[in-house]
């Protein structure tokens, strides 16, 4: 009888255990939610995933409220003179992660996959940024795709309503799903 008294406290336990030392994942069947967040830019919300544009420092508190434990940002340093974005994300007890890029020569297989691995690995609730979502929306096409098994022609819909608008970010994304696929 004990055994059955303690088999419950052990599986609650296991949980609360696993919860706290994996990153969770989007869900693939999660939708697009538009969600503000002070001044940050085009935020939309896929489960514990947000893909959005530019943040001001003073975003920073409230995301910190919002409970964001990661930011994956891909703008470079020069984009935002005004503040020092890893100083202000640690500073919030938040993880920060710079991949910066832009231009379509500087989307390289090797920033898709760099992405793609902190989309899948890092602890979320995670904040997914650049300027106004245009570049983030092609790693998160790449991401949908590759890791979540979303289809393509979903997967693409939700880059463009994220903010995908630039045809050379879109056919990158595209010919490096098509070659890992």
Not at 7 to 28: F, N, R, Y
């Amino acid at each position: 009888m004990k055994e059955l008294f303690f088999l419950p406290l052990l599986l609650v336990a296991l949980i609360l255990v696993g919860c706290q030392s994996h990153p969770t994942q989007t869900d693939p069947a999660a939708t697009l939610v538009p969600t503000s967040c002070g001044d940050v830019k085009n935020m939309h919300r896929v489960g514990d995933l947000y893909v959005a544009g530019a943040v001001t420092a003073s975003d920073y508190p409230l995301l910190k409220e919002r409970g964001i434990k990661t930011i994956l940002s891909i703008r470079h340093d020069s984009e935002t003179p005004d503040f020092d974005e890893a100083t202000l994300a640690r500073a919030q007890g938040m993880t920060y992660i710079h991949l910066p890029w832009s231009g379509p020569d500087e989307l390289t297989d090797t920033k898709l996959d760099a992405m793609r691995r902190v989309l899948r690995e890092e602890n979320r609730p995670m904040l997914f940024h650049c300027g106004s979502a245009n570049r983030a929306s092609s790693g998160w096409l790449a991401y949908r795709v590759l890791d979540q098994g979303v289809d393509l022609d979903t997967a693409l819909s939700e880059a463009k309503t994220l903010g995908l608008r630039t045809p050379a970010y879109r056919t990158k994304a595209l010919a490096y799903i098509q070659a890992r696929q």
